[in-house]
């Protein structure tokens, strides 16, 4: 019995950038799935388990995070560009995930930092208490705009709103968190 | 006099969000403001605090990574809608295939020559085959009927029966052709269309099972600027064999640069995407040189209603080829 030899794709992709690729998975190619998978799952799961802090939450939501993607490929035009619009999903789940386990004590499992870096591990333990103890919505703009780094443009194509409203509420988290720092101080 | 800012625009300065000229005009309100000054102050270190404070990226184990992958594929059906596509496809070409050939069997044939006539002469045989040359064979005149006197008659005519007188003539061969009802032209049994069943995750072990296997038949080539290749034979029945193939570029290019399709092997149905983990390291040794490269190559193929992963390695730490074949899941029967 003749076996079949599997088709060589590797140069195409090689060849192609991240738009040939990104087309290629629109149409449910799996070589470029499994591509867009390796290009932001690291991301993804490491936003994921800043905003749940939990190992097992964080992936399960980006578990959810690419089975929505890979859902949505077709649809998504290119308007921004593919990190923000992952992230975007990626919050979403996130934050529906934050919300539902509102009300349960929220054990970290991360391991405590060392005290040779940084601050030291009293205030980066009151600053994650404080970050858990702030609402959902303002914990997420916090973690995108200081730990994720996103510029205010980009936070509004991840959340979804305007410009302006990212500054309120980046200003409103700001307030909430630093009465929770007080507080866990 | 300067306009008191808004500690919107405040946060900005703070972030570095504000615009050149915002950003100065700002800069130079803060300089003469005193509260202002004090909640610029506050902002940044507010925002120095959560920064510094930020956790290391956490990573998910290359295991971790690979299941939920698999997961959310299965969870997602691309997989499942691109085979419906696929399937799709295969019914309407088996359709139109269908059509096409029953199309072939309807279509009016020139009328076969029966033998119930005694075979033409040598110059009627020519002619005929000079009308067929000239396309006009369809227009072929009826064979001559034998005058009944002579001895000849249409085969169309049935001939009176003839009186019983007790002793039973057998019937002349060519009468007995022309009574016998007319043979259908043989026909190709119709074979069913190749059916092809989409591939369905069906149940999925909790823990996977995995066997280590020595690789006899996995080939390494490598050349500078060229790429290296793993060729592997999957060991299992010779129906359900696939062959998987990966390419890797050396020189420490860690990016996954190889994307191989496993196929089914009758079909040639695609099962899944095998791929590089460029993170294994590879020495292969160029006439005399050593060189690094990476190359592991992971491709499911299906087993009977096994879904397993094969994945061949070959490193520097391990002077073997090996495979792993791990079962992945239990497709539809």
Redesign the interface.
Known sequence: ??????????????CGGEETWLTAARA????A???F??SY??QV??LC??VLTR?ED??DA??AT???A??ELPRFRGESTAKTWIYRIAINEALSMLRKRRDVPLPTD?PL?SPAT??SIV??LA??DA?NRTRPAHRTI?VL???EEL??EEIAQVLGISL?AV??R??RA?DD??KC?QEAR | MHRFPD??NL??LA?G?ASGGEAERLRRHVTECSSCSEELTR?ER??A???????A????TRA??AE??H???A?????R??KSVLWRAAWSVAGLTAAAGACFVLMPRPRAIVAHHSAPPVEEGRERARRARDGAYFKLPKPPTRDPAGGARTVREAPAPKPQTGIVVPAEPARRLAAAPKREPRRAPARPPRVERPLLITAVPDEPEAVALPHPELRVAFGRGT?VGAES?APGR??E???????A?ADGDRA???????????S?Q?V????KQPDVPLSVRVAGEETQGYARVS?LRVSGTTLVRTECTVSSESPEPNVVITTVGTTSP
């Open positions: 019995m003749e076996t079949v030899l599997s088709l060589r794709v590797g140069a195409r992709a090689e449910g190619e799996p070589w799935l499994e591509r998978y390796n799952q690291s799961y490491a388990h800043r190992t964080a992936k980006t578990q690419f089975v929505r890979f859902r991360e930092p940084g601050p205030e980066k600053v994650e970050l916090l705009r200081f730990w510029s205010y302006s500054k309120m980046l200003l700001r968190f630093r720092y | 500690r919107r946060q900005s972030d969000e902002l507010l925002g605090l959560i920064q510094q404070s930020r956790p990226a956490e990573e998910m971790e990574a939920v992958f997961a959310a594929l969870q997602s059906g691309v997989l809608r691109r790429p034979r010779a129906d064999t696939a062959v998987l193939q990966a390419d570029l996954p640069d190889a994307y191989v399709l496993a196929k089914r092997p009758r040639g695609t899944f995407a095998a791929f491709a």
